[in-house]
């Protein structure tokens, strides 16, 4: 049954095999991610040929983030500690937390009296809405990147060159 | 080495496998894309789950298609018939091309003397231009199925809802 | 501006969104994922439209996962809790590690001495070696599905049917 | 409306996308993909990140292609000629004919009077069965990438480096 995989195989494939990523999320910065420093991430990866991103996301305590729409991608998250939830939805997420949430998904995040830090992988673009609905911003995988790479340039801190890939 | 995927999984897999979807473009309207007609689509299929769809593009001779954005997601493209190129660069797309733009990727489409039909594999959002580079218009997704909804709805044309998966 | 996502768009899509999905990890069971109860899981997606399953991924203090390929699929993994490494490498994944290992990747998970809990999302198959590099056995989606599945039956639980899409 | 897509992020975009990738198919070799010579492909894109690659897939006329099975990814093919079908289902594919086989598929290929071309995108491991049943091999991206690298290398022709991203 060897044969299945041939050892030329193996070794072929090891040559052109992606290298591994390992991150320790401990070595990264919290970054700012808007401008009242009501959250922050550390980016994870920034997968450049798809438009997705995988962060963890740190909001702190009793805070609204602003209504926004997940444009053209969906929401994967995993909630790691702290409560949230999305205004006028039933459901509460705590520590131990899968979400899916579909492209095109409007909310608002609502933080409860802990601070939250979850995983989050995103695609698409977020837009931002103002309280008469009209857009007022926007985010992407280039944004994101920009705003850890700016952060870094402002701190002195090196870049994770291979958080990209 | 049956035992690999025993029968208790092939069976089981049969079970919940989706089912196959087989569409025969020919069946398919071409729905207006924009209001100048000057663009055509058959969609082939939108994946709610990921907000990428997949749809047939054919495009009039000798057209420009306004400078667009592909904010959070990748362009995949297969060149069936016709000419094209996006303004400013050295390459022309012919029948038999395959084509990938990376998330982020501004152009303008010109079309050449024939017309042009283009699969194209599409995720996240198309932002509209104006001459003066202000974002007057985007696609994605819903806007896409919307168009070919209200198309079959206006044609008294069935719609398709195994294209939805 | 608001114009960008026109209410007929925003209502439309709610209509046609695929529905939220909202996992709370702690109502579900702790699923063998081997014979020899070395190591457990509980499910929380599997799209059967890839074949990417997630899940967490629960390992004894101080096992040895046997040499496995991923074929045809990329790891990627964020870990909770206990310490884990692949034979032979140099860095140990921790609380807070995350992981891509690429499609093709073999390795040997050994644990330390805490309970490891990991978070996966994983495609493909993984190929199980023998210490003679044959191969004795692979998982893919179906087969993690049909473990969750014959559990449930066996222990009388009801099967969430809401982490299939 | 400019600032949703500031200047900044637009130059920042442009310097760290991915560079576009063209390809010209009637530039590339019809490499073997059997040693009975019934079937060849002109690969188009390598995706080692997902494991995913796309090609365009020749059939000679009046061909069987052995039982296999989709392990782990899926299968979206686009037919462009010839006509072919999968043994005991109702359908056939001719040109136009969009396809999408779920993770799991088992089948097999019966190509008809005319030489066939199909774009495929297929993900995860093609596993062959012999007439037992017994899986008597396995393709992957890897695989695949072999056979071009190989067919390259005795032919004399340069690889298309460009292909693998």
């Given amino acids: 049954m060897k044969d299945l995989i041939p050892d030329t195989i193996i070794r072929f494939?090891?040559?052109f095999q992606?290298?591994?990523?390992?991150?320790?999320?401990?070595?990264l910065p919290w970054v700012p991610f808007t401008d009242n420093h009501s959250?922050?991430?550390?980016?994870?990866?920034f997968d450049l040929s798809t438009g997705t991103w995988t962060y963890l996301f740190r909001i702190k305590p009793?805070?609204?983030?602003?209504?926004?729409?997940?444009?053209?991608?969906?929401?994967?998250?995993?909630n790691l500690q702290g409560k949230w939830r999305y205004e006028g939805r039933s459901w509460v997420a705590?520590?131990?937390t899968f979400i899916f949430e579909p492209p095109g998904d409007i909310h608002t995040l609502i933080s409860e009296?802990?601070?939250?830090?979850?995983?989050f992988i995103l695609s698409g673009a977020l837009q931002y809405f103002d309280e008469h609905d009209q857009i007022v911003g926007q985010d992407d995988i280039y944004t994101v990147l920009n705003k850890?790479?700016?952060?870094?340039?402002?701190?002195?801190i090196p870049v994770r060159e291979d958080l990209i890939y």
Wanted: charged share 25%.
């Fill in 148 to 156: 850890y790479r700016n952060y870094c340039a402002a701190h002195g």
């Fill in 39 to 45: 959250c922050y991430f550390k980016p994870l990866r």
């Fill in 13 to 15: 494939a090891e040559k």
């Fill in 94 to 96: 705590a520590s131990g």
């Fill in 18 to 27: 992606l290298p591994e990523r390992v991150v320790d999320s401990e070595e």
């Fill in 113 to 119: 009296d802990e601070e939250v830090i979850t995983l």
């Fill in 62 to 78: 009793n805070q609204v983030l602003g209504k926004h729409r997940h444009t053209g991608g969906a929401v994967i998250g995993y």
